[in-house]
């Protein structure tokens, strides 16, 4: 008689979670993925600062709320539009703050998988994950031009650098702030060079190159360089 009772009782128990279960996945199920939800890391090896990065998209209306719940279940995002006369916002990009110390960075973002959540203006409800690692990729060496080369003659300039085995790609740019004009690549691993057309170069100005370099994860690692072209 016990022996039943029991056995009663386990069924009732197996029915009642599988019932549970089956709640949780159709209301998981109620949610739309995100076009865009990420998180990464990155890095200024030359200023020697980093920062975490938030995007996030959804669908073609734009949303008037917004939560991102970080691994150990804190919120860092609580975005609100609550008039809805308005069109709410379609994209973010979101940047943390950009200290020296990388620890405290890493210590407010830890690693792990982020909860974003989302609701449009029509109430489409968004829901996705994003994994954040600390891990990146090794700071990129530049070969040509050294650091404050001058005399850089005014023609086709040739960046050149050591390849770094794991940059999944690599971020160029180039800029001039007098005249304000930049130059921007996104290179696939297998490059160590880039050509800055001569057009692009004018006598007597100093110019900056950053190039990252970016991890399979999407973190980034910055270095910076500058040089300064002849005179006329």
């Not at 008039?83 to 792990?112: C, N, W, Y």
């Not at 996705?128 to 080369?149: M, Q, R, V």
């Not at 007098?178 to 160590?192: F, G, H, M, R």
């Amino acid at each position: 008689m016990n022996r039943q009772i029991i056995i009663v009782l386990s069924a009732n128990i197996l029915l009642g979670t599988s019932s549970l279960l089956s709640a949780q996945d159709k209301k998981a199920s109620s949610y739309e993925h995100f076009d865009k939800a990420e998180i990464y890391f990155e890095q200024n090896t030359t200023d020697g600062d980093a920062e975490v990065v938030i995007k996030a998209k959804a669908g073609k209306d734009g949303m008037t709320k917004l939560k991102v719940i970080t691994p150990d279940g804190r919120t860092i995002v609580d975005f609100n539009s609550p008039d809805p006369t308005t069109m709410g916002i379609r994209q973010f990009h979101l940047e943390s703050p950009e200290p020296e110390d990388i620890e405290a960075v890493k210590k407010a973002f830890p690693e792990g998988i982020y909860k974003f959540f989302g609701t449009t203006t029509d109430g489409e409800e968004y829901m996705d994950e994003a994994a954040l690692s600390h891990a990146l990729p090794t700071p990129i060496a530049i070969k040509y031009p050294a650091d404050k080369s001058e005399d850089i003659p005014t023609k086709d300039l040739e960046i050149t650098w050591e390849p770094i085995e794991n940059a999944e790609v690599y971020l160029i740019e180039v800029e001039q702030d007098d005249l304000d004009i930049k130059v921007e690549a996104k290179l696939s691993n297998s490059e160590t060079s880039f050509s800055v057309p001569a057009k692009f170069l004018h006598p007597d100005l100093e110019y900056k190159i950053v190039i990252g370099a970016e991890s399979v994860k999407g973190n980034l690692n910055f270095v910076e360089t500058s040089f300064t072209t002849a005179k006329e």
